[in-house]
């Protein structure tokens, strides 16, 4: 049964291109375990149990694409980029494979040595995404008379880009490093805190600033670095990518989206920030402890999701063209 299963797939994809797609899903494998550690260990990427789901869907959903891709590398007259752009692509292909071989092996026998580390596992990523992204171009199919074209216009190209998403979510998913993500993290927390101070102060309603802490009538309230919305940030990063790679044809509608999901990840976070202050300013600090602060959470959580999905019908927007109204008789002579 498996041996007919496999004749019947080689049938419309080129055993090399299955080799070397299955290849690819088993280093997004090792990837995936190697992960995994931080998904269960830190609270901000708890949404990377999702990413394998993902991204087997995405491939699951572009399967006819990716078939009509293969066909129109094989087909006669494929365009393929030409002069030295045909150089460029070869010497791309072939540093990703050497260079994501040698950052994997880095990664790997750093993880071996060392146990799970956030340098090894960003290591670990970024080699794989370069041996997939080699791996699935140098195995496309040849054309037997190709078109000299521009690099866009390359059937290679834009078959790889189909998997895009599936090969680059996986650095969304792994951990910054840590210089990285405490810079990072740090820099927010210093533009929440910042501009809740300057909102209240615009209300009319006294706060003084102490760096991470606010000065209320009521109390001190600490803005933990959990505040710092770099949770509310990699999830919707996740999201963003996720709903652009699905809904979206245009690259830029892509990175536009993805760039909103960041924005609105910041915006959410500060109204979460805001009525938390405003909840303390009123009950004492005390009061949005437990309940309060969760349910906050949980509700800019689902404020953001929706947001989300309400700005895909605005990306996807098209305005037709005005009509063309027929010119009018001329009058008889």
């Not at 995405?58 to 087909?75: N, T």
């Not at 690099?151 to 910054?176: E, N, Y």
Request: some cysteine.
């Amino acid at each position: 049964m498996l041996k007919a299963f496999w004749s019947r797939l080689t049938q419309t994809v080129p055993p090399a291109f299955l080799a070397a797609l299955l290849l690819g899903g088993a280093f997004l494998l090792f990837v995936a375990w190697d992960q995994s550690h931080w998904w269960q260990a830190k609270e901000d990427y708890s949404f990377g149990w999702l990413v394998p789901i993902f991204t087997a869907y995405v491939v699951y959903d572009r399967w006819a694409a990716i078939k009509a891709g293969l066909a129109a590398c094989a087909a006669p007259e494929s365009a393929r980029a030409g002069g030295w752009r045909r150089w460029v692509l070869g010497l791309t292909a072939g540093g990703a494979l050497l260079g994501g071989a040698l950052m994997f092996l880095l990664g790997a026998f750093y993880r071996a040595g060392a146990g799970a580390s956030q340098p090894g596992t960003l290591a670990i990523t970024l080699g794989t995404a370069g041996i997939l992204f080699a791996l699935l171009f140098l195995n496309m199919p040849e054309s037997p008379s190709p078109v000299p074209a521009g690099l866009p216009d390359d059937a290679r190209v834009r078959l790889t880009g189909l998997f895009l998403f599936p090969v680059l979510i996986w650095f969304v998913s792994a951990p910054m490093v840590s210089v990285v993500e405490n810079q990072l993290s740090l820099f927010l927390l210093r533009k929440v805190v910042t501009v809740v101070s300057f909102v209240f102060d615009v209300l009319g309603m006294p706060v003084e600033q102490e760096g991470n802490v606010l000065l209320l009538p009521t109390g001190r309230v600490g803005v933990a670095e959990a505040c710092s919305g770099i949770r509310s940030l990699t999830g919707c990063l996740f999201a963003g990518s996720f709903l652009a790679a699905m809904f979206l044809d245009r690259l830029w509608k892509k990175i536009a989206l993805v760039v909103a999901s960041l924005v609105l990840a910041f915006v959410t976070n500060l109204i979460r920030s805001l009525f938390l202050t405003a909840w303390a300013y009123n009950y004492g600090p005390a009061a949005i402890e437990g309940t309060v602060h969760d349910a906050a959470g949980y509700s800019v959580l689902g404020l953001t999701l929706v947001g989300l999905l309400c700005l895909l019908p605005l990306f996807n927007l098209k305005l037709a063209p005005p009509a063309e109204t027929a010119p009018e008789p001329a009058p008889p002579a």
